[in-house]
C-alpha cells in the first residue's frame, strides 16, 4: 500500500492526497493546494532548513538520537580506529573502499599534487601581516578555479576527478602556508616521502631541519581528527558548497563557498569558544559557579548540544580518547582538568540531561590543537582541510544527481507594494 498524507484544506473543504516518500513529501506537491485557481500554492516557511530536506545523498548517514553517525554506511568509531584519512577520503568521493592496488594508486595521485603554482605562493604573500588564515584559504582555494580552467568542464567524470585530486591534495599547503604567513616565517614545500597528515605537519613546524619527523602519536591523532570532520550530511558549509554548485560553477569556487561558511563563528568557531569559556572558569572550584550561571541564563555552556545530536556525538568520544595520546606528547593542557569535571556534572546535572545537552565535537578538539601549538585562529582551517573530501563528494553527488536544480528558494514578501514613485525634485523641494 503507497503511504499518504490526507490534507483538508479548511479555506476550501478540498482534501488532497500527498504521497509520503522515505518519510518526506514534496513541497510541490503542497503547492497543488490553492485557495483559488490563480492564486499561489502552498508554500513551506523554515528558517534555516531546520525540517526540509533538500536532496537525496548516499555520502553520510546520522541519526542523532541514537549518536550514530557513518559515512557511507560504515561507523564513525571503526574509521577512526582502524582507518586513515585518504582511506576514508577515497571512501567519501567513491562510495566504496579501495582494493590495494586503488589505494596506492589514490595516495600517488594526491601525494604528487601537493605542489601549487609559484603563482599562488606570490598570490598568499600579497596578503597583510594579519590576515586571518580562513580568509587567505578561502581566498586562495577560489583563486585555484584561475589555474585549472578546464575544472568548469563538470560534466566529465575524468576531469572532476582530477580537480577533487587537486583540491584534497593542495589544500594542506595551502592551509600550512596560511599558518606560516601570519607567523613571518617562509612558507615550506611538500614533501613527498612523508604521508598526507605528516607531510602537512612538516609544512607547519619544520625550521631549519633537513627533514621534520613528527611524533607518531601526533600524526595518528590529526590524522583521526581529520577523519572525524570528514563529512557531516547537510551542515550550513555543505550547504553552501551544493548551493553554489547548483550553478554548474567549478568545484573550486564551490568549495571556497564553503570554506567562508565554515569561517562564520556559529559553524567551525565553536570550539574557540569552548577555550575561552573554560579559561573564564579559571579552576574546577569555580565551575559550581558557572554551572549556576548557566541555568540563571547569565553563561552560556559551549561545546554541549547540537542541532542533530540528541546523545552523545560519537566524535566527541573518538576525540577524549585521541586526547590522552596528544598529552602524551605534550604534556596535560591544564584547561582538560577543567573539561572533564565539567562534563562529569552536566552530564549527570538533571538541568542539562532533560534538555538532552551532551559534549559535541567542539568541546575537547580546541584542546588537542592547543596542544600542537595552533593559535585559535588556525582551528577552523584545520577543520577545513578534514571537511574537503565531504565537500567534494557532495559536490560530485549534486551534479550528477538528475533530479538537482539551481537552488532557488522561496520568501515571504513581507515589503510595502505598489508605491507612487515621486521624482527626487518633487520630493527634496
Not at 590576515?131 to 578546464?150: E, I, K, N, Q
Not at 593542495?170 to 613571518?184: D, E, V
Not at 614545500?189 to 604521508?195: G, I, K
Amino acid at each position: 500500500m503507497t503511504e499518504s498524507l490526507t490534507v483538508r484544506d479548511n479555506r476550501t473543504g478540498q482534501e488532497y492526497e500527498v504521497p509520503i516518500t522515505d518519510g518526506t513529501i514534496k513541497a510541490a506537491d503542497l503547492g497543488k493546494i490553492k485557495s483559488v485557481d490563480d492564486a499561489p500554492g502552498l508554500a513551506v516557511y523554515d528558517p534555516g532548513f531546520v525540517n526540509t530536506a533538500s536532496c537525496r545523498s548516499s555520502v553520510t548517514y546520522i541519526d542523532g538520537d541514537k549518536g550514530i553517525l557513518e559515512y557511507r554506511g560504515y561507523p564513525i568509531e571503526q574509521l577512526a580506529e582502524k582507518s586513515t584519512f585518504l582511506e576514508v577520503a577515497y571512501l567519501l568521493i567513491h562510495g566504496a573502499l579501495p582494493t590495494k592496488e586503488q589505494y596506492e594508486t589514490w595516495v600517488h595521485e594526491i601525494t604528487f599534487h601537493t605542489f601549487v603554482h609559484e603563482n599562488v605562493k606570490s598570490f598568499m604573500q600579497g596578503f597583510r601581516y594579519d590576515a586571518h588564515p580562513m580568509g587567505m584559504l578561502m581566498a586562495s582555494v577560489g583563486a585555484l578555479s584561475t589555474f585549472y580552467p578546464d575544472a568548469r568542464n563538470i560534466s566529465d567524470a575524468e576531469n572532476r576527478h582530477i580537480q577533487i585530486v587537486r583540491m584534497i591534495a593542495k589544500m594542506p599547503t595551502l592551509g600550512a602556508w596560511a599558518f606560516r604567513h601570519a607567523q613571518g616565517k617562509p612558507y615550506v614545500y611538500p614533501d613527498n616521502d612523508l604521508s598526507y597528515t605528516a607531510n602537512f605537519l612538516s609544512m607547519l613546524f619544520k625550521m631549519s631541519e633537513s627533514k621534520f619527523e613528527a611524533d607518531e602519536r601526533l600524526v595518528k591523532a590529526l590524522d583521526v581528527l581529520f577523519i572525524l570532520h570528514a563529512d557531516h550530511e547537510q551542515n550550513c558549509s555543505t550547504n553552501a558548497v551544493r548551493s553554489v554548485g547548483s550553478s554548474q560553477v567549478d568545484p573550486y569556487s564551490a568549495v571556497s563557498a564553503g570554506v567562508g561558511a565554515l569561517y562564520g563563528p556559529l559553524h567551525g568557531g565553536a570550539n574557540e569558544a569552548v577555550l575561552r569559556m573554560l579559561r573564564r572558569i579559571g579552576t574546577k572550584d569555580n565551575i559550581p559557579a558557572f554551572i549556576q550561571g548557566v541555568k540563571d541564563g547569565n553563561e552560556r555552556l559551549m561545546g554541549f548540544g547540537h542541532r542533530v545530536y540528541k546523545n552523545y556525538d560519537p566524535r566527541a568520544k573518538i576525540i577524549k580518547k585521541a586526547c590522552d595520546d596528544v598529552f602524551e606528547v605534550t604534556g596535560v593542557n591544564p584547561l582538560l582538568e577543567i573539561a572533564q569535571e565539567l562534563e562529569k556534572i552536566a552530564l549527570e546535572d538533571e538541568y542539562f540531561v532533560q534538555r538532552k545537552l551532551y559534549p559535541n565535537v567542539d568541546f575537547y578538539s580546541g584542546l588537542i590543537y592547543e596542544a600542537f601549538q595552533f593559535p585559535p585562529e588556525m582551528f577552523t582551517v584545520l577543520f577545513a582541510i578534514g571537511r574537503t573530501p565531504g565537500w567534494l563528494a557532495q559536490w560530485s553527488e549534486l551534479v550528477q544527481d538528475k533530479e538537482q536544480k539551481i537552488a532557488r528558494p522561496k520568501q515571504i514578501y513581507t515589503g510595502e507594494r505598489t508605491l507612487e514613485f515621486v521624482p527626487a525634485s518633487e520630493r527634496w523641494a
